[in-house]
């Protein structure tokens, strides 16, 4: 910990680097390297990251409330959640994607080939893992009160003052000062807003219609999306013979969907997935959410680096978000760490702007990608639905683009964690 840092304050704080953060720290103005504000996946898996590499951290936000959502752990996540000490609290809770189907339900004229991926064609088990988000959020919390180096204040960041040598963030409990201020605060992101951070944002006539049901027919551990004229309809395997969905639709259906009696919505479920799994019932909570994009103009600057959604947000199509945010996590807590490493400073603006340009790429690519797939089906537009169609087409027929699709939708970084079949030393993928 820098003596600058640790004297920034008038009112004298405890420095954390002096003495180990503990519960003793929980009320008070204290200092620390890092703060992470917002305690949602993205913001927990952050300060677990940092703590490890023992880095003061300290996490200020309220614990997750209810989720009802299950997430896609696509490629690297699971090894990202297995080395911050997560993935054995949630293994147990997750269910292995081995296979994933596009279903073109669109009823046009011009329509694609039903195209099916195999994890096995790049030599995996599995694509990911899906989890409910409810386990999640206890793994990442059971890991959070378990990490040294790491202190949770539960409260909400009220304010934040940045200067040139690092950021206080005023909480109902005193301040936290640190030399680095990530924003993991969600889509809205007052930490994004106080360091000048703008986004580029658009809104779809759309919204995700969520919940959870179980079935007569196995799923076979395979992802089912159908394709429609109001966005994606998709099917995610749970344990045993049940299934997450995400149904995409207009925003005034999603919510008559969700006001529906569960016979009524079970039966129009079923419908819409044209039996492929049989009788259906809705067997968990319901939330409809709003589709929206935004993606930062810059992911860090001002002692601030944007992290999850507070950085990027993208529909829920193709399971992207936040396999997203734990990429963003990876590559932050790899520069800061080199940082402290060498006693630097991990707030600095050449640790912003290597953030800032390891991540532009990934994330903008995903925002685009989604885009067009989301955009090819609302539109009437013939040349659009043409492309998409000769697009999986050609998916469908050609073995090496199918592969090449594959890597790409797992995203940068590493091999999907788990039990790959064998090392893909030579594909360069991933
Ligand atoms: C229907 C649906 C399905 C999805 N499915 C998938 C999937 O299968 N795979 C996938 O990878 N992604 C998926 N996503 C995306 C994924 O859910 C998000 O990317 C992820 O939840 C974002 O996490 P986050 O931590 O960045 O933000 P959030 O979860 O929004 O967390 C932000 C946190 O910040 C806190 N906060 C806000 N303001 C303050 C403040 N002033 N002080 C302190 N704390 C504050 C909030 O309380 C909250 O806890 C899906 C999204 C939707 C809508």
């Not at 989890?131 to 009220?158: I, Q, W």
């Not at 819409?272 to 993606?295: E, K």
Request: glycine share 10%.
């Amino acid at each position: 910990m820098a003596d600058g840092l640790a004297s920034a304050s008038a009112d004298e704080p405890v420095a954390a680097g002096e003495a180990p953060l503990s519960p003793a720290h929980t009320d008070g103005d204290i200092v620390a390297e890092i703060a992470v504000v917002g305690a949602g996946p993205t913001g927990m898996a952050a300060a677990l990251a940092f703590a490890a590499a023992g880095i003061d951290t300290v996490l200020i936000g309220p614990p997750t409330g209810a989720d009802p959502r299950t997430t896609a752990l696509l490629g690297a996540s699971a090894d990202v959640l297995r080395e911050i000490g997560v993935w054995q609290h949630v293994e147990a809770a997750s269910t292995p994607l081995e296979t994933m189907r596009l279903i073109d339900d669109t009823g046009r004229l011009v329509r694609a080939p039903e195209v099916t991926f195999h994890a096995g064609e790049l030599d995996l088990d599995a694509f990911g893992w899906n989890v409910a988000n409810e386990a999640l959020n206890e793994g990442f919390a059971t890991a959070v009160a378990a990490a040294s180096n790491l202190l949770h204040r539960p409260v909400t960041a009220d304010g934040f003052e940045i200067d040139a040598a690092g950021v206080t963030v005023k909480t109902a409990r005193g301040s936290v000062r640190a030399r680095l201020l990530v924003a993991a605060d969600g889509a809205r992101s007052p930490a994004r807003e106080a360091a000048g951070l703008d986004v580029i944002s658009w809104s779809y006539p759309q919204a995700a219609f969520v919940t959870t049901l179980s079935h007569v027919r196995s799923h076979g551990l395979a992802s089912t999306e159908f394709h429609t004229t109001t966005g994606p309809f998709t099917l995610v395997p749970l344990a045993g013979r049940r299934s997450s969905l995400v149904w995409v639709e207009r925003p005034e259906r999603a919510n008559a969907l969700a006001a529906l009696a569960d016979g009524v919505l079970s039966r129009e479920i079923e419908r819409r997935a044209h039996s492929i799994l049989g009788a259906m019932q809705v067997d968990g909570p319901r939330g409809v959410l709003p589709l929206s994009t935004h993606v930062a103009r810059r992911f860090a600057g001002n002692r601030v680096a944007l992290i999850g959604e507070a950085g990027h947000r993208i529909p829920p199509i193709g399971a992207q978000g936040l396999n997203l945010g734990l990429r963003d996590v990876r590559s932050l807590a790899a520069l800061v760490s080199e940082e402290t490493r060498c006693n630097g400073d991990p707030g600095k603006a050449g640790v912003l702007d290597a953030y800032d340009r390891a991540r532009r790429t990934d994330v903008a690519g995903r925002a685009v990608g989604v885009d067009l797939l989301n955009r090819s089906l609302l539109s009437d537009f013939l040349p659009l639905q043409l492309a998409r169609s000769v697009g999986l087409y050609a998916a469908a027929e050609f073995p090496p683009l199918r592969r090449l699709l594959m890597r790409g939708g797992l995203g940068p970084g590493a091999l999907p964690a788990g039990r790959p079949r064998r090392p893909l030393v030579a594909s360069g993928g991933f």
